[in-house]
Structure formats: structure tokens, C-alpha cells
């Protein structure tokens, strides 16, 4: 709790075992501000009901704001953990949104949680991109930090006795049915404090190694930024994982992150296909454009067609382009009979000449290697006779620049 401040309000999520309220109690003693947001999926009837009703009456008794979201958990068909997951992390980001200032979520996660998230990933011996638990994550946007991840769950317990904190175990976490809860009960509850030890320094020494595979692999793709298809190209299939994780990771798409976008890299690598586009979330599209693979935000707000109209030499700013043509050079074939000057995203069947041909925007546009995305917006002048007067050229390392009088912005 050392690196904790009482200039910040801290949201704790809360399931009322002894673990989370261990974390009230130390938030208490210690005068921080916190609210706590509490999960009822009505899974063991009764018993959940019960413990939610405690844990908010509890809450009334030390003046702490409680928020409860209600989840019907047998009404859920897809995989329970997963969904379960994201309607308790979208709960958790919604209340720390509506609190002033800025939020960070705490949770009771522990050491016994590490070693048993770290052999359940040596068991089922998949990609990972990180082993055990993190101590600070993010969940779009919502800072997460576990306080107590360095202690046995042994000694949450203790503390929660010793100081009368009161606390439910979570019956179903009694059962073998689950394959946590028998890696819990038969290998992480009978390892004495050496064996502990032990286990941690092999889970640093992993993620060390992988912290190690990360700056090499940054260095090689531009910090994630975007993946160039030659350089994927050579790599093993260990560090192909680990680059589009932390391709996703580092372009806040870590939460979309699962092994099957690796496959849909590993196709567009091998598609003959220039350009294509895959939904991610509401906010991002994996994009490949010709030879490099993009992660951008938004891509359905460019769809729109625009018409802006400039009557006379002038300047004007859009989301689309800034151009100031008071200032030279002339552009293509456009004059002071040329206004007013419409200026317009491409339309079907627009042409344009270039070099005495005559030529469709979109053969042009192929010609060009255009991302399809920029297709949809890049910039056409016309004449007010309707003519396509003024088509500014596209080049792969195009640069905005500021000595110039026309500038169209890519993203």
C-alpha cells in the first residue's frame, strides 16, 4: 500500500472474500479516499445475495460509496469466465468514469493468484505474453493496480481475523470442478515457503526474459507502431506471437488481444491481396496497406462523403486537408476562372489527366498504391464548370510538410 497517495480516489473492486476487504481495511486505516464497486452473478442463489447485502451494509457502517451491478450468471451461454470478465471490467471502468478526478481500479489479487495463473499457463502451453499477473494493467483506459500481489493469501486472511474484518469464502471455490481450483487446492496450498520462492524467481526470470525479447523486438519495429510484412516475415513463430501482442498492446487494443489475430497477420502476410481490412472493436480496424500493417482508430469516420467549397483564392481547414491558395505554388490546372472551387472526396466514375491520358480516380488511385482507406478521402478539385481540375499526387512516404500551401492529413 506504500505507493499509494491520499491526493487520488481509488475505486476497489470488491467481492467481499478476504483478499478484497483486506484491501478495504488497509484502505481504511490509511485514510484513502475510495468508493467500492461490487459483482453479484447470482450464481450460488442465496449464499451471493447474502454476501452482497453484508459487504454493502458494510460499506454504509465505514462511509465508503458502494455500487453493485446484478448479472444473471445463468443466462450466460458463451464461455462464463470470459464474459464474466467483461461485464465486471465494463461495470468497473463506468463507476470510475463517473468519479471525479482520476480513478485507479484496486483488486485483492495475491501471490497464491500468480502461482496458480502461472501453472495454469505452463499447463495449457499457449502463447504468453506475460507470466502470473501483472501488478498495473489497463482495461481501456482504466488504470488497474494490485496492492497485495506479493503476499500469500494465507496472510490476507490473517489480517482480515486478527482486525475483525469481516469476509465469505466464495463456496464454489471449495470444488474441484474447475481446472483453478484444483491447481489451488492440489499444488499451490502444499508448497511450503521455499517451494513459493522458488516459483516466483522462475516466473521473474521468464518475464524477464521476455521484457528482453520485447526491446529487441521494438527496436525492429519501430516501438509497435506499425509491422512492416518483409521484416515479419523472418521471424520464429515465438517472436511473431510477442510482436502482434505487443502491436496490440501498445495501439490499446491489448484487452482484443487472443492467438487468432496472430493467424490474421499471418494471412495478410501471405495474401496476394494489397489491401485489406479487419474489425477489431468499435474503435479500430487491422489494416494492411500494401507492404505495412496498421492498427488505426476510427476508420468508419472517414467513410463519410465531404463538399466544401472555397468561392475564391483563399484559405480553409478540414479534418481532411488545410490549403491556403493565396500562397503559391499553382496547383495542377487550377486558375482564377477555375471559382468557385469545389473540393470533394472522389465519386464513381470521376477521371482525371495526367501526362495527356485520361484516367479513372480509381485506376489512379490503384496506380498510386493508395491505401483504400485514403481513397475515401483524399482531396479532388473541381472547376465551376464541373471539371476535375487538381488532383494532389500520393507517394508512399508522403510527408506533410510546412512550406507547402496544400497539406492532406492521413489519419
Known amino acids: ?3 499509494l497517495t491520499n491526493d487520488k480516489t481509488y475505486l476497489l473492486a470488491c467481492s467481499y472474500g478476504p483478499d478484497s476487504m483486506a484491501v478495504f481495511h488497509l484502505l481504511k486505516v490509511n485514510n484513502f479516499l475510495f468508493e467500492v464497486a461490487h459483482v453479484n452473478y447470482h450464481m450460488r442463489g442465496a449464499e451471493s445475495d447474502l454476501e452482497s447485502l453484508q459487504l454493502e451494509e458494510y460499506c454504509k457502517k465505514n462511509s465508503v460509496k458502494f455500487h453493485r451491478l446484478d448479472v444473471l450468471g445463468l443466462e450466460i451461454k458463451e464461455n462464463f469466465e470470459s464474459a464474466a470478465r ?68 494465507q496472510d490476507l486472511e490473517e489480517l482480515c481475523k486478527i482486525n475483525n474484518v469481516p469476509y465469505a469464502i466464495d463456496s464454489s471455490n471449495l470444488t474441484l470442478d474447475y481446472t483453478r481450483n484444483i491447481i489451488r487446492h492440489t499444488l499451490v496450498a502444499k508448497m511450503d515457503s521455499a517451494k513459493r520462492k522458488a516459483v516466483i524467481e522462475e516466473i521473474n526470470k521468464l518475464n524477464n526474459e521476455l521484457d528482453e525479447r520485447t526491446k529487441r523486438l521494438a527496436k525492429t519495429f519501430n516501438n509497435f507502431e506499425f509491422l512492416e510484412i518483409s521484416k515479419l516475415n523472418s521471424l520464429t513463430e515465438e517472436d511473431l506471437n510477442h510482436t502482434v501482442f505487443n502491436f496490440f498492446r501498445n495501439n490499446e487494443c491489448e484487452d482484443n ?39 488505426l482508430k476510427l476508420l468508419d469516420e472517414i467513410d463519410d462523403s ?28 487550377i486558375t482564377s476562372e477555375s471559382y468557385p472551387l469545389t473540393i470533394r472526396n472522389a465519386g464513381k466514375g470521376d477521371t482525371y489527366e495526367v501526362d495527356g491520358n485520361v484516367k479513372t480516380l480509381n485506376r489512379l488511385f490503384i496506380d498510386w498504391k493508395m491505401p483504400l482507406r485514403l481513397r475515401k478521402r483524399w482531396p479532388v478539385f473541381v472547376d465551376k464548370n464541373g471539371i476535375i481540375v487538381y488532383v494532389p499526387r500520393y507517394r508512399s512516404d508522403y510527408q506533410i510538410a510546412n512550406d507547402t500551401n496544400l497539406s492532406v492529413f492521413l489519419y
Not at 465531404?306 to 496547383?331: H, S
Open 86 to 153: 467483461k461485464f465486471r471490467y465494463d461495470f468497473f471502468k463506468q463507476v470510475a468514469s463517473e468519479i471525479d478526478g482520476d480513478v485507479i481500479l484496486l483488486t485483492g489479487h495475491n501471490e497464491d493468484d500468480v502461482l496458480e495463473t502461472y501453472l495454469m499457463q505452463k499447463k495449457r502451453q499457449k502463447y504468453v505474453p506475460y507470466y502470473g499477473i501483472r501488478q498495473n494493467s489497463h482495461y481501456h483506459g482504466l488504470d488497474i493496480y494490485r496492492p497485495l500481489i506479493t503476499f500469500p493469501k
Open 306 to 333: 465531404y463538399a466544401y467549397v472555397l468561392k475564391e483564392p483563399g484559405y480553409l481547414k478540414t479534418p481532411e486537408f488545410e490549403l491556403d491558395f493565396t500562397l503559391p505554388p499553382v496547383r495542377g490546372a
Open 257 to 295: 488481444f487472443t492467438g487468432g489475430w496472430v493467424k490474421t497477420v499471418h494471412d495478410f502476410i501471405t495474401s496476394n491481396k494489397p489491401n485489406i481490412i479487419e474489425l477489431v472493436n468499435e474503435s479500430y480496424h487491422l489494416v494492411k496497406e500494401y507492404e505495412n500493417i496498421y492498427l
Open 1 to 3: 500500500m506504500e505507493t
